[in-house]
């Protein structure tokens, strides 16, 4: 079984802790992002303590998880970009689902789905 490095999106109960728990020792999944509400964040950092801890607000926001602006565009190679394609269309989805109110342009939707990812496994 290859081990994997995930990025983790999930709702604020404290179970996806344990979930995550079993996942890295039943399938080698290791947690290093970790996108959650700040109130989780030192349950989260007690068991993963080397995951990135991004709050939700900022990311919804193109702050990256030190606060900082995600606005610029970021140096990615090709291949990186063809091996993120695929979550790149997921989050573009995931970004029509939520932003019922068309707040966000597709060019905007696509520079933050490529920083959250180059951000996310630099």
Same mark, same amino acid.
């Given at each position: 079984?290859?081990? @994997?490095?995930?990025?983790?999106? %999930?709702?604020?109960?404290? /179970?996806?802790?344990?979930?995550?728990?079993?996942?890295?020792?039943?399938q080698k999944?290791?947690? !290093?992002?970790?996108?959650?509400? %700040? /109130?989780?964040?030192?349950?989260? /950092?007690?068991?993963?303590?080397?995951?990135?801890?991004?709050?939700?607000?900022?990311?919804?926001?193109?702050?990256?998880?030190?606060?900082?602006?995600?606005n610029s565009?970021?140096? %990615?190679?090709q291949e990186?970009?063809?091996?993120?394609?695929?979550?790149?269309? !997921?989050?573009?989805?995931?970004?029509?689902?939520?932003?019922?109110?068309?707040?966000?342009?597709?060019? /905007?939707? @696509?520079?933050?789905?490529?920083?959250?990812?180059?951000?996310?496994?630099?």
């Amino acid at each position: 079984m290859n081990a @994997k490095n995930v990025l983790f999106c %999930v709702s604020s109960q404290p /179970e996806w802790i344990a979930t995550a728990s079993q996942l890295l020792e039943r399938q080698k999944w290791t947690p !290093t992002y970790w996108i959650t509400r %700040v /109130e989780n964040h030192a349950a989260v /950092e007690s068991v993963f303590g080397d995951a990135t801890l991004h709050r939700r607000l900022d990311l919804n926001r193109g702050l990256d998880a030190s606060g900082s602006e995600m606005n610029s565009w970021r140096s %990615v190679s090709q291949e990186f970009f063809q091996e993120g394609q695929f979550y790149i269309s !997921t989050a573009m989805e995931m970004m029509d689902r939520i932003d019922l109110g068309q707040s966000f342009r597709n060019q /905007e939707r @696509k520079r933050l789905a490529v920083n959250m990812l180059s951000h996310a496994f630099d």
